[in-house]
């Protein structure tokens, strides 16, 4: 019984602290606080997602200039494809013409040698009949003669028979002479046509050599686009879900912000505390924490040339000091910006206006609003970049705000 009651005793403090609800804190700038340490826990995801984004710009760039060389080989080799292409087509115009030469020659062969085969036994027939009919040689013409008359008979018979027997000879001996020239001719022709195959040979190989190497560079082009694409593609949409994400907890801190001004001003319900006066000689544009220092070193600069002060969108926009105002337009990665000359080489910027309200020349007074902050140009969300410039070149704010 004892034992009980000591348990009872040493539990009970242990369940009624369990039973007591879990709360969070009610402190609205501590939530501002972790909402900072994370935001800035993801804009260093971001710097780092845009460091991989740099880089892989420069693959890119190197990939375009790869690109580009391949290209030319690409177009190299289709003119030398087209040349090779023009050379077969002669070729092979060639060939035809020394075909139809050689079937020419062929023929006229053919019909040289049957022509001497002729020759050859008409010359044979002759000579077989002049040994048959025993003629009469010159002598026994002259002996055997009755009278000159009968000699110039008999004399003309004999010549007659002379140049019938020479021109079977001659056309004999052309004949071979014209054979064994085409013979010749024809082994020119044939040798000729074996080599024009040879060469149609060859260059149907190049042209297919380099038919291949063309479609081979096109494929490393291709595959180089599509994983060029790919990467951006996956560096794009990471770096876009980093920017919502960074928006969202930008947008619940400006709402603890607000509930914290009117819980210090409870009477105050406009949206602009008006500018911020201290010791310096610029009042502050606008009122917030700096989410990001001067010169600060980020993956796509090595000097942050301002700081930035985190508020809402729409945040009236103050001058720092009285001026005139020099420019006031889009200014690229700037976006909305307005430059104020204060006179002595000094002048002071705001940029990433989403809206402007001041016109070049136009005079304005400190503290005077110029326009609404926002997120226009290269900005990871809404904000109030500010610089101070002395002859153009920016130099440490703080140095100069009061």
């Known amino acids: 019984m004892r034992l009980r009651i000591l348990l009872a005793t040493l539990l009970l403090p242990l369940l009624v602290w369990a039973a007591l609800p879990l709360v969070s804190s009610a402190d609205p700038q501590s939530d501002i606080d972790r909402l900072q340490g994370r935001i800035d826990q993801k804009q260093a995801q971001l710097d780092r997602v845009k460091g991989r984004a740099q880089i892989l710009t420069s693959d890119i760039t190197a990939f375009t200039r790869r690109i580009d060389e391949l290209q030319s080989s690409v177009n190299g080799l289709q003119d030398r494809q087209d ?48 040994y048959k009919s025993d003629e009469p040689d010159i002598v026994s013409v002259v002996l055997d003669s009755d009278g000159f008359a009968e000699l110039l008979e008999n004399g003309a018979y ?40 040879d060469e149609i040979y060859q260059r149907r190989n190049e042209v297919a050599r380099a038919r291949i190497a063309v479609e081979r560079r096109r494929d490393a082009v291709d595959r180089m686009r599509a994983g060029k694409r790919d990467l951006l593609r ?54 917030g924490p700096i989410t990001s220092p001067f010169c600060e070193s980020r993956s796509w600069e090595s000097c942050h040339p301002g700081i930035d002060i985190g508020v809402a969108e729409g945040t009236p926009v103050h001058a720092g000091g009285s001026g005139t105002v020099i420019m006031a337009s889009y200014n690229g990665g700037y976006g909305n910006y307005t430059c104020i000359d204060h006179g002595g080489g000094i002048s002071t910027c705001y ?36 610089e101070v410039r002395i002859n153009g070149a920016v130099t440490q704010p703080l140095n100069y705000l009061g």
């Open 83 to 130: 040349a090779i292409q023009t050379q077969l087509d002669a070729k092979r115009l060639e060939l035809i013409r020394t075909q139809d030469e050689l079937r020419t020659v062929r023929a006229r062969l053919a019909r040289l040698r049957t022509r001497l085969d002729s020759a050859r036994r008409t010359l044979a027939a002759r000579l077989v009949e002049l």
């Open 158 to 197: 004999l010549q007659r028979i002379g140049e019938q027997d020479g021109r079977i000879i001659t056309s004999v001996r052309d004949a071979k002479l014209e054979a064994a020239a085409e013979t010749t001719r024809l082994d020119t022709l044939e040798r000729r046509q074996q080599q024009i195959a």
């Open 234 to 287: 996956g560096v794009n949409a990471q770096a876009g879900e980093l920017h919502e994400d960074i928006r969202g907890m930008q947008a619940q801190q400006s709402r603890i912000e607000r509930q914290i001004q009117a819980a210090q001003n409870p009477s105050s319900t406009a949206s602009d505390p008006g500018p911020v006066r201290g010791g310096g000689r610029f009042v502050w544009p606008v009122s």
């Open 351 to 386: 940029a990433h206006q989403s809206a402007i309200q001041v016109s070049v020349g136009q005079q304005v007074s400190q503290g005077q609003v110029i326009g609404l902050s926002g997120n226009t140009g290269f900005s990871t969300g809404p904000h109030m970049h500010f």
